[in-house]
């Protein structure tokens, strides 16, 4: 499809731009809480590398559902943790775990993957199951 939402040449949910972005940002993760301050804080760190990898799991998972309507409600869980990430990266921030800059890098990258979550729900809404 030529929305932007898929690349052509892969197959199922590895063709979503949207799950490429959410993998990138959880291995992103992943290095940011594995370093300084943050890295000493078992619980924030542990919870924010969960929601990032629920993030691009929910996408996975809702790309492979039977239906639309099971699909959309996965990607609503991808979004609700794309929430959770949010909020986790602004309290790093506020605490002085990491910088404004890389909190405002991280927080971009969100806005984005929120923003092409919220076209893809839109898409399978509309869409007639399989």
């Known amino acids: 499809m030529g ?19 959410a993998k ?11 370093k300084g301050k943050i890295s000493q804080d078992f619980g ?3 919870q ?24 959309v409600r996965f990607l609503y869980i991808a979004k609700g943790s794309l929430a959770e990430l949010v909020t986790q990266l602004e309290i790093s921030q506020e605490i002085g775990y990491i910088t404004m800059d890389e909190a405002n890098q ?12 919220g076209a893809l729900i839109k898409v399978r809404s509309q869409q ?3």
Do not use: H
């Open 48 to 71: 924010m590398r969960r929601a990032a990898v629920s993030i691009c799991s929910n996408i996975a998972e809702g790309d492979e559902r039977d239906t639309n309507k099971e699909s």
């Open 3 to 21: 929305n932007g939402l898929w690349v052509m040449g892969k197959e199922g949910f590895r063709g979503l731009v949207v799950w490429q972005k």
């Open 24 to 34: 990138e940002l959880a291995v992103a993760i992943y290095q940011l809480t594995d």
């Open 44 to 46: 924030l760190k542990d």
């Open 128 to 130: 007639k199951n399989p």
């Open 106 to 117: 991280f927080l971009a990258v969100c806005s984005d993957i929120g923003k092409m979550l």
